[in-house]
């Protein structure tokens, strides 16, 4: 059933205007595209003091009917999101989305989200699916609440293989119904690139994000203050968005610097926060622990890896016999702590599509694959992509084309 209620959509830009005009762009394509009424929705773009000219892009967002907000601070996700709010109008029953630049919403979508929050009253935020790629190949982790116990077993596991073949196999349970799920489903952690939330749950947690966490964090200590008010947090499997993936922050690009910075500043902030003076001393003590062991020992293999070398064209992973439901952990590091997942059917091989290939940036990739019905590991690669992922947001043509192959309405989105 289709809610009326109003929209105001706020999202922070950071270099990513062309992902963001895309962005804005799907957000009124599906107000429209629903029948809601105009006057309902409210975009509201915050422009970080981007250092990179955004102009034409920021010109192009109020074109659209955005309200462009150009802040000559940098004061971080938080600030420049808390500010995109205050320009936000409606009363308390009103839906609030708090939005990454480079999210794209498929077809139905944003309603499926926007209806949920706005029906159940316990429903304290909601989050969709989310996949990299527009074929939805890459479909991103569950996102695991930051505890003291996982802090110290995720740190732990960084330095033992056998440590990590144990939590990574627990994170590979959780993992699997986040990426398959199709309808709703309970959380105690979401992920803060898209999320949708009424508006008195934000005044009855006493804001929206904490400014003390300048990048990371801030989502987590947002779905912590709602869990802490008794609301519930739900994970809607049947709602599908693209999400690029820090084409603003610089993981996977360049994260050492500023991004690596403000990331400490808010990890500390969080555990200070929430743990006091154990919080801080657990961090401090791994941070002293990774700083003292042996660099060549840390992050090793959980799993022989066979070499696939350096590719500029996908590539192609075999496995040792045929295989019905094939699932493919991807990450960045031999551990698998945080990966990516990706499904195949019958099959004694997976080939990366070349339009999925487009998407992963370039770096080095470790792949491990497991046979589904029998749990057995039946490989553990390593790739190089050794020429730049895209940079640029889909086209009209190539988002039509890729939600009629996803099994989405075309018309939708034309």
Known sequence: MKSRARLSALVVNYNSGAFCVRCVTSVFREWEREGRERADLDVIVVDNASPENQAAHLDELEALGATVVRHDENGGYAKGMNLALTYAGGGPDDVIAVLNPDLCFLPGSLGLLMDHVHENERCGAVDPRATIDPLGVLNLPRNILPTLGDQFEMGIAGLSPRICRAYSKRRL????????????????????????????????????????????YEDTDLFRRITDKGYELVHHGGALVLHHWSRSSGVGGSFAGEPQRRYLISRRAYFEKWYGKSGVALIGALDKLYSWWPAK????????????????????????????????????????????????????????????????????????????????????????????????????????AYAERLGITAEVVA
């Not at 489903?185 to 979401?190: E, K, N, S, T």
């Not at 690139?193 to 990371?216: K, M, Q, T």
């Not at 990366?352 to 694959?369: G, I, S």
Request: proline share 9%.
């Open 173 to 216: 349970a959780l993992n699997l119904p986040w990426w398959t799920a199709r309808e709703p489903m309970r959380a105690d952690m979401l992920s803060g690139c898209c999320l949708f939330l009424r508006r008195s749950v934000v005044d009855a947690i006493g804001g929206l994000l904490d400014e003390r966490f300048p990048l990371y």
């Open 297 to 400: 020992k840390r992050f090793r293999a959980m799993h022989p890896v066979v070499e696939l070398g350096p590719h500029t064209e996908p590539f192609t992973i075999p496995l040792p016999r045929r295989v019905d439901r094939l699932l493919i952990e991807l990450a960045v590091a031999p551990t698998w702590l945080v990966a990516v997942g990706i499904f195949g059917e019958r099959s004694d091989h997976w080939t990366c599509p070349a339009e999925t290939w487009d998407w992963f940036f370039q770096a080095e990739y470790f792949l491990r694959a497991i046979d589904l019905d029998t749990g057995e590991l039946l490989g553990a690669f390593h790739v190089t992509k050794t020429i730049p992922g895209r940079n640029t947001p889909l086209t009209e043509p190539e988002l039509e």
